[in-house]
Structure formats: C-alpha cells, structure tokens
C-alpha cells in the first residue's frame, strides 16, 4: 500500500524558514516524479515545485522560485521542500503527490497523494 505522509508543517513569522518532509513507502518510486502542491482556504491547489526521483531533475512555480528549494535523499525515501523567506501568501496545506509523469506540474499528472502538512505564515 503507497503511502506519502508528510510532516514539518507549523507556524512561523514572515521571512522566517520550514522543512516539510515527505516519507515515501509502499512501492518503488525511482521512476516517479514527486511534486509538492498546496492549497489555501477557498483556493484551487496549486504546484509548487516538482523532483524527478532518479535524476534529481527539478521545477518551480514562479511564485516560490529563489525561495524553496526540493530535494531528495534516496537512501531514506523522503523528499523535502526547503522553504525561506516565507510569506503571508504562503500560508496553506501542503501536499506530497507521486506521479508516473517526469514532467508533471498539474495534480491530475500525480498518482499518489499525501494526508497534508498546515504552513501558517503571520505577518
């Protein structure tokens, strides 16, 4: 059974930095490509960045470029989301996804999706 079950989620001020952490498990993911989505309240879920397993091949939004950073450790099956001068706008539930797709940058691309991780971002 896959499972995606993010953590590192919590409230921080603006400017301030987050790790969201995405362990992965349940199957062979070294030809997926896991991406990070979120949504705010009232707000369609949007992409955020995307990390291609094997090849650590990355993407960004616009809106997070210069600021988050993904990553991957294949040794513990987890990918990350540096995340540094956070902003207000950023506040939402953060999502892991797994997809077969290299280059998917929309939800309907991702297989698999995590339970959600709430960033809260004061001004």
């Known amino acids: 059974q896959v499972q995606l079950v993010e953590s590192g989620g919590g409230l921080v001020q603006a400017g301030g930095s987050l790790r969201l952490s995405c362990a992965a498990s349940?199957?062979?993911?070294?030809?997926?490509?896991m991406g990070w989505f979120r949504q705010a309240p009232g707000k369609e879920r949007e992409f955020v960045a995307r990390?291609?397993?094997?090849?650590?091949?990355?993407y960004y939004a616009d809106s997070v470029k210069g600021r988050f950073t993904i990553s991957r450790d294949n040794a513990k099956n987890t990918v990350y989301l540096q995340m540094n001068g956070l902003k207000p706008e950023d506040t939402a539930v953060y999502y892991c996804?797994?997809?077969?797709?290299?280059?998917?940058?929309?939800?309907?691309?991702?297989?698999?999706w995590g339970q959600g991780t709430q960033v809260t971002v004061s001004s």
């Open positions: 990390i291609t397993w094997n090849t650590g091949n990355t």
């Open positions: 996804a797994a997809g077969r797709s290299l280059s998917a940058i929309v939800k309907k691309q991702y297989d698999f």
């Open positions: 349940g199957r062979t993911f070294s030809n997926y490509a």
